[in-house]
């Protein structure tokens, strides 16, 4: 009957729960919101929510998607405050909104990430910064299940800046979504692998908001808000 979108962010200590935690925290409050949620078919039937770009373990975010289908038209505001109320502090619902067209997913096209560098010094954060935008590429190894990956964090990299001002040092990025989606770590491994940076404690990432990125404004654009008249995304 209904599809809703849902913001939602990851704060505090809660930053540290992983995907697979989350998605059972967010089905045990569905029960106890009382949502009327479809289901899926076939032997095992479970709600269905299409989950979108999750940041990675161990980083904040403000800006977390993901679509769930309902039974009956519901209220938005209604959904959020339950579903808010019902999962622990921490993880915080911040919108709810009636689907719009097209698919959730092609709205969520890049990253604004805001990186805490405590301790770090503002002229070699700044000079890390300049020799990263120079370079035409920074391939940087991944370690995964399977082995060891290159990626290059260079080629994702639609903006990047060191506020030398801000205490601590903060780098501000916009990071372009591919695959494999590039972390603020690997960032912050293409700095150390171009100029020798590297942060004196452990830095803090937070996810600031998704979107479509606007060459023209450099601007992330709001995959919550209705796209532009004859446009469906």
């Not at 729960?17 to 899926?40: G, I, K, N, Y």
């Not at 698919?103 to 954060?125: N, T, V």
Request: proline fraction near 9%; charge should be neutral.
């Amino acid at each position: 009957m209904q599809r809703l979108r849902v913001r939602f962010a990851k704060r505090g200590r809660l930053r540290f729960t992983s995907h697979r935690d989350f998605q059972r925290a967010f089905e045990r409050a569905l029960r106890r919101a009382d949502v009327p949620m479809a289901w899926s078919q076939g032997f095992t039937p479970h709600p269905r929510v299409s989950y979108a770009g999750a940041a990675p373990t161990g980083a904040a975010s403000e800006a977390e998607y993901l679509e769930l289908a309902v039974t009956r038209v519901c209220d938005p505001d209604e959904i959020r405050a339950a579903l808010d109320a019902a999962l622990p502090p921490g993880l915080d619902v911040v919108q709810v909104v009636a689907a719009g067209p097209g698919a959730l997913a092609d709205r969520l096209q890049a990253s604004s990430w805001s990186i805490e560098l405590p301790g770090a010094a503002p002229e070699q954060a700044a000079a890390a910064v300049t020799a990263f935008l120079a370079a035409e590429s920074v391939p940087v190894e991944r370690l995964t299940k399977n082995g060891v990956r290159k990626l290059d964090p260079r080629a994702a990299v639609l903006w990047l800046a060191a506020d030398t001002a801000a205490d601590p040092v903060t780098l501000h990025a916009v990071v372009r979504h591919q695959s494999p989606t590039v972390r603020p770590d690997e960032v912050l491994a293409g700095l150390r692998l171009v100029a020798g940076f590297t942060p004196p404690q452990p830095p803090r990432a937070v996810r600031l908001a998704q979107g479509e990125w606007d060459d023209a404004t450099g601007t992330l654009a709001d995959p919550l808000a209705d796209p532009p008249e004859g446009r469906d995304t």
